[in-house]
T-cell receptor, first 114, second 116 residues
Framework: AQSVAQPEDQVNVAEGNPLTVKCTYS??????LFWYVQYPNRGLQFLLK??????LVKGSYGFEAEFNKSQTSFHLKKPSALVSDSALYFC????????????FGTGTRLLVSP | ETGVTQTPRHLVMGMTNKKSLKCEQH?????MYWYKQSAKKPLELMFV???????ENNSVPSRFSPECPNSSHLFLHLHTLQPEDSALYLC???????????????FGSGTQLSVL
């Protein structure tokens, strides 16, 4: 079965510094990978996806993610963090069996301090 | 706003109560979903409806009963719940249930359910 792992429950970063939220995946074949963000008291919002092509994917709000096949990773990055980026971030992969639903990770809380 | 509205925002119920969660989407989408979000657990897909037909049911206990009367509305009927059912229940919609149209999900803000 396809799965993703988010090894960090929380990431702390100072405003203006670069941020990385980690995600590793386990799939058979080529993965379809996604990042979603959940702001307080809100549902999840789509940030970006990787299907094929360029390993660096650009998404909403200045975020980008780097697909690394050899390390089976899809880390989310931003060059300069904002306090408003503080939220819960979910990595997801498309399951290739049955309905092929999105399989989400456990989420990583990002806390950006002023 | 995402175009997906859930009511109520908060719900407290006893184990013998019957209640319903409501979801409405204004995006013209054809697929709707119920997810369960518990702390430090992966988001759990419960049900999927495509054009009002249920296409996925992930072994959810029968005390959760979904209903999709049309492509804009989705309900989750609850009865005789257990305390471990306390969680945030999220509704989502997508353009389609299959193909690339399903990958961009639009979520509501959720119903925070507490079962006493």
């Amino acid at each position: 079965a396809q799965s993703v792992a988010q090894p960090e429950d929380q990431v702390n970063v100072a405003e203006g510094n670069p941020l990385t939220v980690k995600c590793t995946y386990s799939v058979s074949g080529n993965p379809y990978l996604f990042w979603y963000v959940q702001y307080p008291n809100r549902g999840l919002q789509f940030l970006l996806k990787y299907i094929t092509g360029d390993n660096l994917v650009k998404g909403s709000y200045g975020f980008e993610a780097e697909f690394n096949k050899s390390q089976t990773s899809f880390h989310l990055k931003k060059p300069s963090a904002l306090v408003s980026d503080s939220a819960l971030y979910f990595c997801a992969v498309r399951d290739k069996t049955g309905f092929q639903k999105l399989v989400f990770g456990t989420g990583t809380r990002l806390l950006v301090s002023p | 706003e995402t175009g997906v509205t859930q009511t109520p925002r908060h719900l407290v119920m006893g184990m013998t109560n019957k209640k319903s969660l409501k979801c409405e989407q204004h995006l013209g989408h054809n697929a709707m979903y119920w997810y369960k979000q518990s702390a430090k657990k992966p988001l759990e897909l419960m049900f999927v409806y495509s054009l009002e037909e249920r296409v996925e049911n992930n072994s959810v206990p029968s005390r959760f009963s979904p209903e999709c009367p049309n492509s804009s509305h989705l309900f989750l009927h609850l009865h005789t719940l257990q305390p471990e059912d306390s969680a945030l229940y999220l509704c989502a919609s997508s353009q389609d249930a299959r193909g690339q149209g399903r990958e961009k999900l639009f979520f509501g803000s959720g119903t925070q359910l507490s079962v006493l």
